[in-house]
């Protein structure tokens, strides 16, 4: 897989979110791919300045090391080691601290996500109960037909399935399967799935171990990825468009290492509605210790 510039996908949803009422616009670029072995390092290097941001004093007594950018942005760069750990375990305690620094847009999201949730469940019962029925009536046709009545239509094909109802609908290639039930759809192409929901702004596309979490309303975004291989490639983000009370509007940590640790993680708080520079200048940090 390669990993996704992700500053780009956020402020692209949240735009999208703000100004077309709730539907989501993804906009992705790549870089290197993410199955290269990332450099061992025992200590990190902390340069003074990097793109927009500059270190505040020395190095601090564990080792990490705080930079301030613009508007009161902060970076903090540490040194984690995983002792046995997983990299998802290590890296949720950073995932917490930062969304309490975004409460409000951590319980709509949170409140969104269950709803898609519950709704996805209902939408994958319907979906099997309508396989079912298809099956059925193919197992009763002997001859390829399209049928067509009232609402409902039925196509088949060499190579090509349709069963439709209403805004309910089944469709099967070689090799790809979609199930649409109104604002909701599952595509399974190959390895990837790709799960929407049209109307809570939601999109989950995973591929074997590589992964692209976003979930969003209209006001704020969560985005997580994660990349299989021999190193570990991991990414949070979370955005909203109004301010917490603290002041943040976007906050986030990239983090990379050997799969075996230890691993550099760049923690992001920023009070900029546009924050790109200073999460290109997070990452650069991460680059610049442990590779790309």
Not at 48 to 55: A, D, E, K, S
Not at 104 to 133: G, H
Not at 177 to 187: T, V
Request: with cysteine; aromatic share 2%; charged share 25%.
């Amino acid at each position: 897989m390669q990993h996704i510039t992700w500053p780009v996908i956020a402020l692209a949803l949240m735009t999208a979110a703000c100004d077309n009422g709730g539907s989501v616009r993804i906009t992705t670029s790549t870089t290197s791919d993410s199955s290269g072995v990332l450099k061992v390092v025992d200590a990190l290097q902390c340069p003074q300045t990097q793109g927009v941001l500059t270190r505040k004093g020395s190095a601090r007594a564990d080792g990490s090391c705080v930079y301030g950018g613009p508007r009161g942005s902060e970076v903090i760069l540490q040194l984690v080691q995983l002792d046995g750990r997983s990299a998802q375990t290590a890296l949720k305690p950073f995932e917490t601290r930062l969304t309490a620094d975004l409460p409000e847009a951590m319980a709509q999201v949170e409140a969104e996500n269950a709803r898609a949730e519950a709704a996805a469940a209902k939408a994958e019962a319907n979906a099997a109960r309508a396989e079912a029925d298809a099956d059925r009536a193919a197992a009763e046709a002997s001859r390829v037909a399209d049928e067509v009545s009232g609402d409902s239509a039925q196509v088949r094909m060499p190579g090509l399935r349709v069963d439709a109802q209403g805004d309910k609908a089944t469709v099967r290639l070689p090799g790809m399967k979609i199930e649409a039930d109104g604002d909701r759809a599952n595509i399974r192409i190959g390895g990837l799935t790709i799960r929407a929901d049209d109307k809570s702004s939601r999109v989950n596309v995973s591929s074997g171990d590589d992964a692209v979490n976003i979930d969003a309303t209209d006001s704020a975004a969560r985005i997580r990825t994660s990349a299989s291989g021999e190193s570990v490639r991991s990414t949070f983000l979370m955005a909203a468009n109004e301010p917490s009370a603290s002041g943040w509007r976007t906050v986030g940590y990239e983090a990379r290492g050997p799969v075996g640790g230890p691993i550099v993680v760049a923690t992001v708080r920023s009070k900029d509605r546009d924050p790109d520079r200073l999460f290109d200048a997070a990452k650069a940090l991460v680059t610049l210790n442990v590779g790309d």
